[in-house]
């Protein structure tokens, strides 16, 4: 079992000021793996206290780019040589597959430091332009002061890193406050932190639950809140919300691709994603075709221990994510659309843990509400759609515009399909995300955007400054 006593903060390692713990249980096994001090509103206010200083008074946003940028580089070279303990860490937590693990849980915030690192040096962080009287004008970006960095448990170090990275390179100090079900790796990750040589108070980190997050949401000292999740308030904020995506197989797409490449793309993480493709719209002259293949699939699936690497669907991450699940699939069944593949009930082999049958639903519409609802699970609901219009038209009719993908043998048909799905992500004959390009969403998918060097701009303050007169 691997434990903590105590809390990150400011860059020293203290106690909390409460007595409760944070156990952590493998959703596997349903057994302890580890344990952390919960922290406490009154450890968010020396977090946010030394946060505030190393800020107002501290060298860390006084340090020019390039030294920033040096501190981070050494960030990802420390980060790197512990990667595949993280990985194992946040498999035993919360049952991502190990071979995801590998990927997109540790591979990708280590990508996230070296890329933001490398775009943080072109990145405009004083220019100089001419006025429109002919006088000097500089354009400063400077930092926009402490941020409050929320993040969720299923991609626990990535989502961190989402925040953090770029708060530090435009010289803002942070405080994590990490879901209670991924504690373990982010207070290990605190350690690599703590090895990298930050000033004082630039970093905490406070694995707690929703009342300590309120409270960081809502504390005088904080300027900016980084929020992954569902819901969040703040006065100043960047929301990376939810999604329910939508996959529009084309009628000339090769679906044997299309399909392998869904497998991915719609299961990553045991379908705990927010950019996860659960809604497969498929033409009516090939609806049954790609249905058969989507339950093929599904068949072919291996559900088990995510610690072993031929696991492609490892257990949700806790008992109330299992039963959440379980009620969707009850639910597409009461709103008529037809199981044919998984359904309630346990995945056979697998008496203990938090495990759902991965499930495919055919004869759905789009107002049912598991077609509607980010039911964060490996749940996929086909759509029919008639024509090509209609199928963007049923991408489009979502509250939700957070990624997207269409399967093609036209790459050209693809990329207008591409423009006219209201979406802040999307792929043609994939899905994937790029650390050099904007992450966020429409409508009720978030606000603002991550990654790419308008990640940046998040984190800062624009000020102009006029003169010398000439």
């Known amino acids: 079992m691997r434990g903590y006593d105590r809390l990150f903060i400011g860059g020293n390692w203290e106690r909390s000021t409460g007595t409760d713990v944070l156990d952590v249980h493998s959703p596997h096994s349903t057994e302890l793996v580890g344990r952390t001090p919960a922290a406490t509103t ?79 040096e072109t990145y405009p962080w004083e220019a100089e332009r001419t006025g429109v009287l002919g006088d000097p004008i500089t354009v400063r970006r400077e930092p926009v002061g402490v941020v409050g960095a929320i993040v969720p448990w299923n991609v626990p170090q990535a989502a961190i890193m989402s925040k953090l990275a770029p708060a530090l390179l435009a010289g803002c100090t942070v405080v994590v406050k990490p879901a209670p079900e991924t504690a373990l790796d982010a207070l290990a990750l605190a350690e690599v932190i703590a090895e990298v040589g930050f000033p004082a108070g630039v970093v905490s980190v406070l694995p707690a639950g929703r009342e300590v997050g309120e409270h960081l949401v809502t504390h005088p000292g904080i300027d900016k809140i980084a929020f992954t999740g569902s819901t969040a308030a703040g006065r100043r904020v960047t929301l990376e919300l939810g999604g ?37 719209l498929a033409s009516r002259a090939r609806y049954t075709e790609v249905v058969d293949a989507l339950a093929d699939l599904v068949a072919t699936l291996r559900v088990g221990d995510p610690a072993d690497p031929a696991t492609d669907i490892g257990p949700l991450v806790a008992a109330r994510q299992q039963e959440r699940v379980e009620h969707y699939i009850t639910l597409g069944q009461a709103e008529g659309a037809r199981v044919v593949a998984g359904g309630n009930g346990r995945p056979p082999g697998q008496p203990v843990g938090w495990y759902v049958r991965p499930t495919v639903f055919a004869d759905a519409s789009n107002d049912m509400r598991i077609a509607r609802e980010e039911i964060f699970g490996p749940v996929l ?12 038209e049923l991408a489009n009719d979502s509250e939700y515009g957070l990624a997207g993908s269409v399967w093609t043998a036209d790459a050209e048909r693809g990329l207008d399909v591409a423009r006219r799905v209201r979406t802040g992500t999307f792929a043609v004959n994939r899905y994937t995300t790029d650390f050099a390009a904007p992450f966020g969403g429409y409508k009720a998918s978030g606000i603002g955007r991550e990654h790419g060097p308008e990640g940046f701009d998040a984190y800062v303050e624009l000020k102009s400054i006029a003169g010398p007169a000439t």
């Open 244 to 280: 329910k995506s939508a996959a529009i197989i084309l009628d000339d797409a090769d679906l044997t691709a299309t399909v392998d490449g869904l497998k991915m793309a719609s299961f990553m993480n045991n379908g705990q994603a927010c950019v996860a493709q659960t809604r497969i």
């Open 381 to 392: 609901t086909v759509i029919p759609y008639a024509d090509e219009a209609q199928a963007v």
């Open 42 to 120: 009154a450890d968010v206010d020396r977090a946010v206290a030394a946060a505030r200083a190393a800020f107002d008074t501290g060298p860390w946003p006084r340090l020019a780019p390039g030294e920033r940028i040096a501190l981070l580089r050494r960030f990802a070279e420390l980060y790197v040589a512990r990667a595949p303990e993280f990985a194992e860490l946040i498999t035993a937590e919360m049952g991502s597959p190990i071979g995801f693990s590998q990927t997109g849980q540790t591979l990708a915030p280590w990508l996230l430091l070296t890329t933001l690192a490398d775009l943080a």
